[in-house]
């Protein structure tokens, strides 16, 4: 063997060692995130929180007995995000509406970060004279029936 070749075969073993232990130290980086170095969608984590509401208006119906609408502007977050729940409920004169949302964060799926809007309008029915307080996520609104 001539010493030119002695010295090519060095330096593919080197460059053979050396793809090994990056090979390797990739793979383990991978076994941490995920067995299979794949995306495979699980749910990685999901956040259930109160929905920010930018806007409520109370719409009164204009025959007898008056019925009683409430129009409810809000913002959910990116991609990722849609309505949980949305519950209402009344007691005496306070009417509440609350609204929440569900965060889906799966492995490998990108969620865009836009706000979007969503809006609803719900039926509170037909309420007796009085005064009534509407909270929507903290938001109130007075309301008087005559």
Avoid at 13 to 18: D, F, H, N, R
Wanted: proline letters at 3%; charged letters at 20%; a negative charge.
């Amino acid at each position: 063997m001539t010493k030119a070749m002695t010295r090519l075969e060095g330096y593919i073993v080197a460059v053979l060692l050396l793809s090994a232990v990056l090979y390797d130290t990739n793979c383990a980086m991978f076994t941490q995130i995920n067995p299979y170095g794949i995306s495979d969608g699980r749910i990685i984590e999901q956040t259930v929180e109160d929905m920010p509401i930018i806007g409520v208006a109370v719409l009164l119906a204009s025959d007898n007995p008056r019925e009683v609408f409430v129009w409810v502007f809000g913002e959910m977050g990116g991609s990722c995000t849609e309505l949980h729940e949305s519950l209402q409920k009344q007691e005496g004169d306070t009417i509440t509406i609350q609204l929440t949302t569900l965060t889906t964060i799966r492995d490998g799926v990108g969620c865009t970060q836009e706000a979007r809007a969503y809006y609803e309008t719900f039926y509170l029915g037909i309420l007796s004279p009085g005064d009534y307080k509407i909270s929507v996520n903290g938001v109130e609104k007075q309301l008087r029936i005559d």
